[in-house]
């Protein structure tokens, strides 16, 4: 079976991602992002999850995603109750990942059509 690998040319895509940095179509970020199939928030503040706070969850949420797929470096790291709480209060799932299964993640679901923003916290 021979397969073909068809990517949509306007939509935004992770090469790499690993503990320090991500690489979108071919940019390479050292420093913490947020991205959705169509657009890359690159001053984005926090470096750990420790750092999510209220005005955090409004940038993530301007993005008006329908999952939002945490990032938070070489393994997972789960964020306070209380962040939790702001994305299950508003119906978004949020699942929290590292680097590198977030960047897998966000290239299926973007593929599919769907909403999806990837946060990857990175420490530079």
């Known amino acids: 079976m021979q397969l073909t690998e068809q990517r949509n040319e306007q939509q ?6 690993d503990a320090t940095n991500v690489v979108v179509i071919d940019r390479a970020f050292t420093t913490s992002l947020l991205l959705s199939s169509s657009e890359a928030v690159t001053d984005f503040p926090p470096r750990t999850v420790d750092q999510l706070d209220a005005t955090a969850i409004d940038t993530i949420l301007a993005l008006k995603p ?5 990032g938070t470096g070489m393994r997972a790291v789960f964020p306070a109750q209380a962040v939790l709480g702001e994305f299950l209060r508003r119906g978004i799932g949020l ?10 993640t966000f290239n299926v679901l973007a593929g599919e059509g769907r909403r999806v923003v990837a946060v990857f916290l990175l420490p530079g």
């Open 12 to 17: 935004l895509f992770v090469r790499k991602a």
């Open 95 to 104: 699942e929290t990942m590292d680097n590198a299964a977030a960047a897998r």
């Open 66 to 70: 329908e999952v939002v797929l945490l």
